[in-house]
């Protein structure tokens, strides 16, 4: 067996089932020579998304990978392994390498040199009986501690050279729990807090630490913000939920932050990012991550807890039930504000979110979707830039991956490869991405992806013809040069490519159009919709 044949060998044995791919590279016939499905993008940095979209939608229970060429492909490929890392994803990234006499010559990319610093594990096979070693380390990492993305970079020469027969097992996760007197100490803070308030970063989503996120906040009568990344960790439709802690957020978030005495942060890094709500200062933090390097990075936490999520949350809630915390009455009326403020804020939004006017406002987009598709049904994605800030806000997600929220590296465009990859994870749910006109210049051209490998997502592009988030920024520019005009027909570039599409201009036509998109993927077609949209800059700061 040569070790490329090894690496396809070892990919199927930890139950991956497609590789995400761009030629060429080798791997790709070995791995269909082991019934691992190779799934061709336009670009690579596209298929890095699906891969990274297939590890989140699966909550990690279905690794992505991703394989390329060695210089140019592992060289157009960096965008998304940066947004891998930045919003700490599994993501197996296995490109070829130069044969081992080129190693040293100057001005040749390397994944090796070159990716060093946006990885959290990284390294080359140099002879080949360090394949399955080095594919069992790279799923180590992969499926313990703090996720992120890992490359395996296999050059061609050793790629050919004979490794015998593999016995390569599939690793194992191990998690771990907090020090129990850590444990009591927060407890009581929480159990003697006044206005506690529970913040839901994503490592809530990657531990499965969901309902024990819902019994704390119920038990204790906190509300629960979710950040940008953990958008979904904690259902927005529950009673305590107060939206995500994003740079555009529901007005009850920052009113319950400001009144809080005690914070706790479960799965969040709290860094300080411009994605990220600040906290307020002088509070009590409490804060359980998986990461030791997250504590009192950026805010000191009077009670550090280093724990898996949703094993530590279990600990907190004993603790907190045994020290008195119940607080029924609180919940009561915390229930009450919630929906209150909610209501108010909502009546103050309609004349968008309900807006008649031509061409569309863009909050009427996100409005119809959360209405006309129950989001228990859906996985739904944003886009960088206007998409994101007008979509976080509003769009109620339902539980666990319902949402995917991202953004840290935001490059235009990702959102897409996210939606392939959520659809092939959950074939049985609605999987849509919603992208601005500028994003689809990115990567609008692997919409074709979808269609050729029957992955039936539903994209969405609100098309006002403008980066209407950079008004503020290209002003004397766009007056003399038009630096902010982009144009074109999305819907005819769509059926071109041989997917369904609908051009969208009247705005009571954006539900239905919805609807009609979704029926289009339950016939298997790939769908776009393009909404013409106003330049809608109004935000939730």
Partial sequence: MRALEGMAEILKREGVEYLFCYPTTDLIDAVADVGIRPI?????????????????????????????????????????????????SPLLVLPSGYPRDREGWPRYFTAERGYRNVTKWLETINVPEQTE??????FSRLRNGRPGPVMVELPTDVAELDIGETGYEPVTSTRTLADPRDVERAAHALANANAPVILAGQGVLWAGATDEVVELAEMLGAPVAATLLGKSAFPETHALSIGTAATSTPPMVRSFLGKADVILAVGASLAKHQMNLPLPEGRTIIQLTNDEADLNRNYAAAHPLLADARLGMRQLIDAVRDAGGTNASRRSAV????????????DSWRGKLESQDAPINPYRVVWELNRVIPADDAIVTHDSGSPRDQMVPFYRSAGPRSYIGWGKSHALGTGLGFAMGAKLAEPDKVCINWMGDAAFGMTGLDFETAVRNGIPIITMVSNNSTMAIETRRLVGSHEKYGTRDVGGNYADLARSLGGWAERVEDPEEVGPAILRARRATEEGRAALLEFITSAETALNR
Avoid: H
């Avoid at 070693?133 to 790279?138: F, I, L, V, Y």
């Fill in 335 to 346: 229930e009450a504000e919630v929906a209150s403020a909610y209501s108010a804020w909502v």
């Fill in 40 to 88: 061709v993008c336009r670009q690579e940095r596209v298929g890095l998304g699906v891969a990274d979209g297939l590890s989140r939608a699966s909550n990690g229970a279905k690794i992505g990978v991703f394989a390329m060429q060695a210089g140019p492909g592992a060289e157009n490929a960096f965008a998304g392994v940066t947004t891998a890392y930045a919003d700490s």
């Fill in 133 to 138: 070693d080095a594919m069992r380390r790279a």
